[in-house]
């Protein structure tokens, strides 16, 4: 399957140097992610074959509408997406998930299956008197200096954690992926991004209204 990903300038440099690209750690904000991709490393680690044993992984577009990843938008450009890389990869070495819904796991929000579900979630929240900003604090260690560890508000987020894997899918029109490793062997093309006028690789810009999408209340929408 045809992949697109955007990468820095030392990144390319890594791939041409090694014959390979795999993420370095050293960019990636653990007190901000940490708890997000732990939950990313044990479904890819139990899913797709970690041959070199790669720590984190290397984010990229899989669909985004009717396009591999989003268009270009005027704009302040990415930090880091210096180049935009075409690669192949095997489907079975692509874990897939659904960009609307991987926004609920950064917030620590769960994701319902139905209105009805929501619903019946948002009460059980009410019941225990659990705030958005509780959940959040459970996985944003870089904004919260501390979360509720009480037994309710622990087996809300476990709940929390369980739905998740709604997040696993390919059944969406925007669709992101990750990857252990990037081969030289697999690349179709390299495209060099230099006109630092554009916004390339992002779908969280600011729309004409003012506003960034709401990504949460766009999978609202989308339920019964």
Same mark, same amino acid.
């Given at each position: 399957m045809k992949l697109i990903t955007f990468q820095s300038l030392d990144a390319l440099k890594s791939l041409i140097n090694k014959g390979y690209l795999e993420c370095n750690e050293k960019y990636i904000d653990v007190k901000k992610a940490g708890p997000t991709y732990q939950w990313v490393l044990e479904k890819m680690n139990q899913s797709l074959?970690?041959?070199?044993?790669?720590?984190?992984?290397?984010?990229?577009?899989?669909k985004c509408y009717n396009n591999i990843c989003p268009p270009k938008?005027?704009? *302040?450009?990415? =930090?880091? &997406? %210096?180049?935009?890389?075409?690669?192949?990869?095997?489907?079975?070495?692509?874990?897939?998930t659904d960009f609307r819904r991987y926004s609920f796991l950064l917030s620590n929000i769960y994701i319902p299956i139905s209105l009805k579900d929501k619903e019946q979630f948002d009460n059980k929240l009410l019941?225990?008197?659990?705030?958005?900003?509780?959940?959040?604090a459970f996985v944003r260690k870089d904004?919260?200096?501390?979360?509720?560890?009480?037994?309710?508000?622990?087996?809300?987020?476990? *709940?929390?954690? =369980?739905? &998740? %894997?709604?997040?696993i899918t390919t059944n969406s029109d925007i669709l992101q992926g990750c990857i252990w490793r990037i081969n030289l062997e697999e690349i179709e093309k390299i495209e060099f991004l230099t006109d630092r006028n554009y916004r390339y690789g992002s779908l969280n810009y600011i729309r004409s209204n003012g506003k960034r999408m709401n990504w949460k209340k766009d999978f609202y929408k989308k339920l019964q």
């Open positions: 074959e970690n041959k070199y044993k790669v720590k984190y992984p290397i984010w990229c577009w899989v938008h005027k704009g *302040e450009p990415v =930090e880091g &997406f %210096d180049v935009k890389i075409t690669f192949h990869k095997n489907k079975k070495d692509v874990f897939i019941s225990y008197n659990i705030t958005s900003d509780d959940l959040k904004k919260f200096d501390s979360h509720r560890t009480d037994k309710a508000f622990l087996q809300i987020c476990d *709940e929390i954690r =369980e739905s &998740f %894997d709604k997040c």
